[in-house]
């Protein structure tokens, strides 16, 4: 039984189209139209335009808009992607990664790890709306819409463990990468063993095996982060359809 929801109306589900089909939009333009400019602090090589789809938040932006048009179809009547976006689970994998991309950029804004908005000229301009839409709007926008379920199924608690298995595979993919290829990118600065140690130990020639340690620690801690929100992710389900459905028995003993 599908608890009452905003899911059932075909406004909501054109809402959620638009979010999604923007979105992947983004991603096709910034493949289509990249430029590359020199910054040697944020961008000191051009690694290419694919390399984007090398950043966590761009693949989990990606996955949040697969997510939404799912679901968008799923409330035209798609019995097949209602399999898809109507899957608790899956929701509250989508709205954590995307919801935790956005809080380490701008957690990362004061440190000066993220790139400045430059409004100067359009291609700046989009170029920074772009980054406010990945990290400041579909971040809180998953969130809101997480509050109102799509399915009065519950999600047992452990799963959230499986959140930590995803951003897992995505790091150790990406210290090899860096580590490995000879343009050593990478994706971000705390996959970096030279960034993390002249980080703990300024000045200090480093020492490879004690950075790592540092990283693997520091990837342990992100892991059970990554646990944590997911298991707050799903409270917020449960609590929302349990509420969901005492409303409904209520609604159904006063008829």
Request: proline fraction near 6%; aromatic fraction near 20%; include cysteine.
């Amino acid at each position: 039984m599908k608890v009452k929801s905003p899911y059932n109306s075909k406004l909501f589900g054109v809402l959620l189209l638009v979010f999604g089909v923007f979105g992947m939009l983004i991603i096709a333009h910034r493949l289509s139209y990249y430029v590359y400019e020199f910054d040697p602090q944020y961008s000191p090589v051009d690694y290419g335009k694919y390399n984007i789809l090398s950043y966590f938040t761009v693949q989990s932006n990606f996955f949040g808009y697969v997510y939404l048009i799912a679901s968008a179809l799923a409330v035209f009547g798609s019995k097949k992607a209602a399999k898809f976006a109507f899957s608790p689970f899956v929701g509250a994998l989508a709205a954590t990664y995307i919801f935790i991309a956005g809080l380490v950029y701008c957690c990362g804004i004061p440190l000066g790890f993220t790139p400045p908005s430059k409004w100067d000229t359009a291609a700046h301009a989009f170029s920074s709306f772009i980054q406010i839409y990945y990290h400041m709007i579909m971040p809180p926008f998953m969130i809101i819409l997480w509050f109102f379920p799509s399915t009065d199924r519950r999600i047992h608690m452990k799963k959230a463990w499986l959140a930590g298995i995803y951003p897992f595979a995505y790091s150790i993919f990406s210290i090899i990468r860096g580590v490995c290829f000879p343009m050593h990118c990478y994706a971000y600065p705390f996959y970096n063993p030279q960034f993390v140690w002249e980080t703990v130990f300024p000045g200090k020639d480093i020492n490879y095996f004690g950075a790592f340690a540092i990283i693997a620690a520091m990837l342990a801690l992100g892991i059970m982060f990554f646990v944590g929100i997911c298991a707050a992710v799903i409270a917020i389900h449960n609590k929302r359809t349990a509420a969901n459905a005492e409303q409904q028995k209520y609604t159904e003993d006063l008829i």
